[in-house]
């Protein structure tokens, strides 16, 4: 497998995660965001948004990371990324979703580059991703409730630990808070993981 990626991309840190998770081994292929190499033909033909990450597997190229990461489920079971429980799952679902839909989309580099075309100032741009990372941590806290733990929803990380992980590195960029509920301690929790550590965006060779 070939994952498409970049080190500080925190969608790629969800499937760098998962494929640890999963004890899948990957070639990476870095595009540096910053220099604007997602945009480059040869990338967009891997994938046509022009974003990472994209994981290239048996002749197939996979886009999204959380559809991605459903792929690695599906096709490599253990250990699972969701719950049995069709209840749990959809808990498992929702804190995955309000940072990968609600929260990341809003933040990322492209609409934040917009802000800053549109002549927002420096500082209201970072405030704007602050606060949206905050509340986003906020309803996080909040849908995690107290559990018990030692992840966001029980005894194993799930697909929300794989993408609540990665979004508080975005939230110290942005110095959002990130003092909610159980979030610091399920964060000790995971990245005491040597899958978690691993991923992390100054674990890559890419790192600046
Ligand atoms: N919903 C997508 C988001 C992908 C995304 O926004 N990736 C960012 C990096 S985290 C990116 O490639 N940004 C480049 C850009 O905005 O130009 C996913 O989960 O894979």
């Given at each position: 497998m070939i994952l498409h990626g970049y080190f500080r991309s925190t969608a790629t840190y969800r499937v760098r995660i998962a494929l640890n998770l999963k004890g899948l081994t990957y070639t990476d292929a870095f595009h540096h965001l910053r220099k604007g190499e997602q945009r480059a033909p040869a990338y967009l033909a891997v994938n046509p948004q022009g974003l990472v990450p994209a994981l290239e597997v048996n002749g197939d190229i996979l886009t999204q990371s959380i559809a991605i990461c459903e792929y690695l489920d599906e096709t490599?079971?253990?250990?699972?990324?969701?719950?049995?429980d069709p209840v749990a799952r959809a808990h498992v679902r929702a804190v995955a979703l309000v940072i990968a839909c609600d929260v990341h989309p809003v933040q990322n580099l492209k609409i934040l580059d917009r802000l800053r075309g549109l002549g927002v100032g420096k500082e209201d741009v970072v405030g704007w991703a602050r606060t949206v990372i905050e509340d986003g941590l906020e309803a996080c806290a909040r849908l995690i409730g107290?559990?018990?733990?030692?992840?966001c929803l029980g005894e194993r990380p799930t697909l929300a630990d794989i993408c609540l992980v990665p979004q508080l590195v975005n939230a110290r960029r942005f110095g959002a808070?990130?003092?909610?509920?159980r979030i610091g301690a399920i964060e000790a929790a995971c990245l005491a993981l040597p899958a978690f550590a691993a991923a992390a965006p100054q674990a890559q060779s890419d790192a600046e």
């Open positions: 490599c079971p253990e250990p699972p990324l969701l719950p049995a107290d559990d018990g733990g030692p992840y808070r990130t003092d909610y509920g």
